[in-house]
């Protein structure tokens, strides 16, 4: 070493270790601060084992199956095959806020790669790759956004980014907030390219937005948008209450969409996503559809006190006019609305110490097109699969529950229920044994649609669930679920004026009750 420089650190190390001794009880009062990071990475990571006796019957769904049981994905029930596989997810989140703009500009980026195992190797497609060498490609993009924050409480989201239905910026907000607040991505839960501005202040908050569904031809007034915008404010300290209003504008005449199946009104996914089909078959239409709601809230985070409520109440209307040679004219008038109340208790130390019930309505159509009018609500999964989904009710099989990976087929997939309307109650249980370390839970779910396809009934069925988990560590759980329902009256029918047969096609059978069993380890990571 040169002396030089050996000279001054003999005579200053004293003096940093009296220092040193003196900055002990500095460190005892103050927490040094975290190394900001300029880039970071999360990931969701998913493995599930299941079995069921629900498939699809065709070979062509080998990958994703979305929508609803017994619908135009050919998802059937079987009383002799079993299936038995296992899933994997991996969810990455890459996060880039440099400093020179001192956080107010954030690049988020959000994939998903998805394999059943053993499913195809050495291809291209999303939700394969799980064979034997693997090399499949299989990357799906969820979310590239840019979000700027101008000052403190406003913040500008850019590109793909998740559209959801509530007040609540999606990057800054819990998921368990998310499914208990605004329409509980009943309406739309999905992603969408466009522009949100979000204001959040103390005691209130609100969202503007405008989504591009689909551009098709840029030449041409044949495109699909969604506007947006809600407004909530804070009553006293436990209550809150928002007005809202959604407006699609739809010039796409179902081009676009999913692969071959397209979207909008009259294409053939509202089939797959059990929503209500506007049969105009090649015909051009326009459509003007709103949605004029309110949500409201009491204690929705379980903290206040040990009572928690929340609800919604959202009214449908809209025209759609038809070209048949002679111009645009009226086809149809769109006058639908539902609600939403779901309340509970919390009992215990925990969170998940509470009992809670949901009650679920829409309203629903009993003759179609004929009068020219359509009662029944509509929902995003009219163009985008799926658009809208009902993951926190804690039904399995009566509505989609959130752990999935690659079939995604619940009995109601959309609150349309194919535009018959819904009528439901869900109650469930839930307990931490050891808090925070071992819950348990057990539900119940039962529906009844509001009008009867013919040969069928009103009662849709019951089911009934539970669930053991354990946390292994922070954020990271393996879990075992099971469920099993019994299908209604309302399977008796084989009806398809609406859209696909109600159950499958099959003439004067019942499909056979389904059920599932599988166990789940989940991991957060940061």
């Keep these: 070493m040169n002396r030089k420089l050996l000279l001054p650190i003999l005579l200053f190390l004293p003096l940093g270790l009296l220092h040193a001794q003196n900055a002990t009880t500095l460190f005892d009062t103050d927490v040094p601060r975290k190394a900001e990071r300029e880039f970071q990475f999360l990931a969701f990571y998913i493995n599930q084992g299941v079995t069921s006796n629900f498939f699809p019957t065709t070979?062509?769904?080998r990958g994703q199956v979305i929508g609803r049981m017994f619908g135009r994905n050919t998802t059937m029930t079987s009383d002799t095959a079993t299936t038995a596989y296992v899933e994997q997810r991996l969810v990455p989140f890459f996060i880039y806020q440099p400093h020179l703009f001192n956080g107010k500009a954030t690049l988020r980026m959000a994939f998903e790669i998805d394999w059943t195992w053993g499913d195809v190797s050495y291809g291209a497609g999303p939700n394969q790759g799980g064979a034997v060498s693997g090399h499949q490609v299989n990357l799906q993009t969820q979310n590239i956004e840019l979000e700027l924050t101008p000052a403190t409480g406003w913040m500008i989201n850019l590109g793909l980014q998740r559209m959801y239905d509530t007040p609540y910026n999606p990057y800054r907000t819990t998921v368990d907030k998310l499914l208990t607040s605004g329409y509980r991505l009943n309406y739309f839960g999905t992603q969408a390219v466009g522009v949100t501005l979000y204001r959040d202040a103390d005691f209130h908050r609100f969202k503007a937005g405008w989504f591009k569904f689909y551009e098709n031809s840029t030449f041409r007034d044949d495109d699909v948008d969604m506007y947006e915008f809600?407004?909530?404010?804070?009553?006293?300290k436990l209550w809150k209450a928002a007005?809202?209003?959604?407006?699609?504008?739809?010039?796409g005449n179902g081009d676009g969409g999913v692969n071959i199946l397209g979207q909008g009104l009259n294409s053939q996914l509202t089939e797959y996503n059990g929503v209500f089909r506007f049969r105009y078959g090649s015909s051009p239409y326009k459509a003007d559809i709103g949605w004029i709601g309110t949500h409201f809230s009491r204690n929705a985070d379980m903290m206040l006190d040990r009572f928690f409520?929340?609800?919604?109440?959202?009214y449908n209307l809209g025209l759609v006019r038809v070209d048949r040679g002679n111009g645009f004219n009226s086809a149809a008038d769109i006058f639908g609305f539902a609600a939403n109340l779901r309340l509970g208790y919390r009992y215990g130390q925990t969170l998940q110490d509470n009992v809670n019930m949901e009650l679920i309505y829409a309203s629903g159509d009993d003759d179609g097109l004929d009068d020219k009018r359509y009662t029944g609500v509509m929902t995003g999964n009219t163009w985008a699969a799926p658009g809208g989904v009902s993951l926190n009710s804690g039904a399995y099989l009566l509505f989609a529950h959130a752990n999935v990976v690659n079939r995604f087929t619940p009995v109601v997939s959309d609150l349309s229920n194919m535009g018959y309307g819904l009528t439901a109650a869900v109650a469930n249980y839930n307990r931490s044994i050891i808090p925070h370390r071992f819950n348990v839970k057990a539900g119940t779910a039962a529906a009844l649609s509001n009008a009867v396809p013919q040969g069928g009934g009103h009662f849709l069925g019951a089911e009934i669930n539970g669930a053991l988990m354990y946390n292994l560590g922070p954020f990271m759980s393996i879990e075992l679920h099971g469920a099993y329902m019994w299908l209604g009256n309302f399977f008796d029918s084989a009806d398809n004026r609406y859209s696909a047969p109600v159950n499958g096609g099959i003439q004067g059978v019942r499909p056979t009750n389904p059920w599932t069993m599988f166990v789940v380890y989940k991991w957060l990571m940061f």
């Design 230 to 236: 809600q407004y909530e404010a804070h009553i006293n």
């Design 243 to 251: 007005l809202t209003t959604h407006y699609v504008r739809d010039r």
């Design 59 to 61: 070979e062509f769904l």
């Design 309 to 314: 409520m929340s609800g919604y109440f959202n």
